[in-house]
């Protein structure tokens, strides 16, 4: 089984920085996708950016240029770099994964960013 625990979230002013760490623990396919995904009381959850295993990156128009997905695979362990945060950034922030061939879905238990002066 697989379990995700993220850490690193926070309140931060505007134009300040952040970054989310998720450590993934248990057996995980050599095929995957896993993605950071945000949400906001009232919202459905909305994709941030992606890192595939091949190490093919996406991000949400609103983050580009501001945000970095990366994953350390010796620790195991995605990361969210979040540079000049807007007061619209601020959500819950989920760490997932879903392992290929047979979809399964894993997700964190969510961290907090909120970006207010």
């Known amino acids: 089984q697989v379990q995700l625990v993220e850490s690193g979230g926070g309140l931060v002013q505007p134009g300040g920085s952040l970054r989310l760490s998720c450590a993934a623990s248990?057996?995980?396919?050599?095929?995957?996708?896993m993605d950071w995904y945000r949400q906001v009381p009232g919202k459905q959850r909305d994709l941030v950016a992606r890192?595939?295993?091949?190490?093919?990156?996406h991000y949400a128009d609103s983050v580009v240029g501001r945000f970095t997905i990366s994953r350390d695979n010796a620790k195991n362990t995605l990361y969210l770099q979040m540079n000049s945060l807007k007061p619209e950034d601020t959500a819950v922030y989920y760490c997932?994964?879903?392992?290929?061939?047979?979809?399964?879905?894993?997700w964190g238990q969510g961290t907090q960013v909120t970006v207010s002066s």
């Open positions: 997932h994964l879903l392992t290929l061939p047979t979809p399964r879905h894993y």
């Open positions: 248990g057996r995980i396919s050599s095929s995957y996708f």
């Open positions: 890192i595939t295993s091949d190490n093919n990156t």
